[in-house]
T-cell receptor, first 110, second 115 residues
Framework: GQSLEQPSEVTAVEGAIVQINCTYQTSGFYGLSWYQQHDGGAPTFLSYNALDGLEETGRFSSFLSRSDSYGYLLLQELQMKDSASYFCAVRRQAGTALIFGKGTTLSVSS | SQTIHQWPATLVQPVGSPLSLECTVEGTSNPNLYWYRQAAGRGLQLLFYSVGIGQISSEVPQNLSASRPQDRQFILSSKKLLLSDSGFYLC??????????????FGPGTRLTVT
């Protein structure tokens, strides 16, 4: 089977840096994706790592270590609008469907 | 550009009533389509996905069903709703094939309350 583990909650202050970890167990690996979901809204795609290393997109970066079955999302210069839930996801071995983690709720305070 | 539509935005239905949620995608051909359900404060549960017209893979063998009558139309149905069917239903699409399956685009969702 496939499963993903991520912390349920993270808190931080504006301007800080926060890291949201994700560990996964898969029978085949096709990359790790990250999604953001604001309260009441739909998830939106943030980033994707197929290979080891760091991918940077503005204030957000995502890291992957395939040997450790581990990845993280790094959010820098936190803003109040970054308060949201963040999900990691892996593609199923067969087909195109993604399996999502249970999500990490990030609360940013001033 | 691509757009995904879902309706209705909110729905309140009595237990035992039928359900039909519709999702359409514009601006792309042969998309992979997905239905997810999200309980309050929880993660995304994959319900169904489809890689083509009439091709439905089911992840949840309960009282829900899905159909894809047209290339860019995906319908979620139930003959008799249960209280446990309450939740936030999200339709999503990804580009044809598996190469970009990691990037899914979600509709605005339908918030269903079964009373």
């Amino acid at each position: 089977g496939q499963s993903l583990e991520q912390p349920s909650e993270v808190t931080a202050v504006e301007g800080a840096i926060v890291q949201i970890n994700c560990t996964y167990q898969t029978s085949g690996f096709y990359g790790l994706s990250w999604y953001q979901q604001h309260d009441g809204g739909a998830p939106t795609f943030l980033s994707y790592n197929a290979l080891d290393g760091l991918e940077e997109t503005g204030r957000f970066s995502s890291f992957l270590s395939r040997s450790d079955s581990y990845g993280y999302l790094l959010l820098q210069e936190l803003q109040m609008k970054d308060s949201a839930s963040y999900f990691c996801a892996v593609r199923r071995q067969a087909g195109t469907a993604l399996i999502f983690g249970k999500g990490t709720t990030l609360s940013v305070s001033s | 550009s691509q757009t995904i539509h879902q309706w209705p935005a909110t729905l309140v239905q009595p237990v035992g009533s039928p359900l039909s949620l519709e999702c359409t995608v514009e601006g792309t051909s042969n998309p992979n389509l997905y239905w997810y359900r999200q309980a309050a404060g929880r993660g995304l549960q994959l319900l169904f996905y489809s890689v083509g017209i009439g091709q439905i893979s089911s992840e949840v063998p309960q009282n829900l069903s899905a159909s894809r009558p047209q290339d860019r139309q995906f319908i979620l149905s139930s003959k008799k709703l249960l209280l446990s069917d309450s939740g936030f239903y999200l339709c999503a699409w990804s580009h044809f094939g598996t190469t970009r399956a990691y990037e899914q685009y979600f509709g605005p969702g339908t918030r269903l309350t079964v009373t």
